[in-house]
């Protein structure tokens, strides 16, 4: 990514990629374009998705070295026919480990430490991470009830 270019989009049908500069103003604006675009696949709450994108690219800044000369995340976002969408954000960077990562929501909250973690945890159906904890994949299950018909009044983008 050109460091001049902080934000690029691309759409193609049911999916669309995007690659941000390391820093959360970035990350917000990449929200806002996603929950857009869940629209147009006929999602009409798209508040999961918009928490899971949130906390993928919040932890990529944060590994990625936010503000880092040069240093982008790409995100990807595919929604299918049936409701499921599969977000994946990828750092330049270390990344992390992600293999002892404990996303359970605690029975008493104690703190806001590793909250993201948890909120990822509730949210997603699964969540996947490469071995270089550089790619993390997310799964998320939008409910039936979310989704506008496919050819209702209304209908966004279907």
Do not use: W
Request: some cysteine; aromatic content about 4%.
């Amino acid at each position: 990514m050109n460091a001049s270019i902080p934000l690029a989009v691309v759409k193609d049908g049911r999916s669309m990629s995007m690659a941000i500069a390391s820093e959360m103003t970035y990350v917000f604006v990449a929200m806002r374009l996603s929950e857009r675009f869940a629209q147009e696949c006929g999602i009409v709450d798209t508040a999961k998705v918009a928490l899971v994108l949130r906390e993928l690219l919040s932890n990529a800044v944060f590994q990625g070295g936010s503000g880092a000369s040069g240093r982008s995340i790409q995100c990807g976002i595919e929604c299918s026919e049936d409701g499921r969408v599969r977000i994946v954000a990828e750092v330049q960077g270390e990344g992390s480990d992600y293999a002892g990562l404990d996303t359970f929501l605690p029975e008493v909250a104690q703190g806001t430490a590793n909250r993201g973690h948890e909120l990822l945890g509730s949210a997603c159906a699964a969540l996947e991470c490469d071995k270089n904890g550089r790619r993390v994949t997310a799964h998320v299950e939008v409910d039936g009830k979310h989704r506008q018909a496919r050819n209702a009044p209304g209908a966004v983008g279907v």
